[in-house]
C-alpha cells in the first residue's frame, strides 16, 4: 500500500475513533436535554442502578417552587397544582437533564397524555435499555418530542 493511502486510513481510523468514543444523541434529541454523564456506556453505572433517578433529581421541594413558578408564568391557577407534575421531556431515568430549563414542562398527573401513563413507559423503557433490547438513543427518540405513539407501541401493544 502506498504511503499516502497509509495517511489517509488512519485519518479515517482517528476520525470514526473519536465518533466512537462520544456517541451522538438521536436525532431530533436536543443535546442539552440529555445528562452527559449518561452514555451507552455507563448505563451499568447510572441509569441501571436502581434509585439512580431520584440520586440526581433535585428534591421534591425543589421540584414543587420549579412547578409553582411555571404554573405562574403559564397562568394557571396555583389551586389545580394538585393535578400538575413538574415533568422531564426526557426522563432522568432514560438520560434525561435533570435541572435544564428546557427539559422541564408541567403536565397533568392524569388523563390519555397524563404523567401517571408517561411514567407506565419511561419504566418500559428502562427495562428494555437495561436489558439490551433497546438502545438508549432509541429510548430518548420514542419518549421525546411526543411520547404518545411509545406508548402504544410498547405498552398497548400496538404496531407503530
Known sequence: MKPSSLALLAAA???LAGCASKPAPQQGVPP????????????QQTVCVPAYAAS???????????????MQRAGIDQALSGTYVLD?????????????????????WGG?????RKQA?????LLMVCEGKLSLGAAQAAIYPDWGPAYGRYIEGRQP
Open 32 to 43: 442539552e436535554l440529555l445528562n452527559p454523564a449518561v452514555t451507552p456506556q455507563t448505563l
Open 13 to 15: 481510523a482517528a476520525l
Open 121 to 125: 413507559l419511561e419504566r418500559r423503557l
Open 88 to 108: 422531564r421531556r426526557v426522563p432522568v431515568a432514560l438520560g434525561g437533564h435533570p435541572t435544564q430549563a428546557g427539559n422541564l414542562q408541567l403536565l397533568e
Open 112 to 116: 390519555a397524555y397524563g404523567e401517571q
Open 56 to 70: 440526581v433529581t433535585p428534591t421534591a421541594a425543589a421540584d414543587r417552587s420549579t412547578m409553582l413558578e411555571m
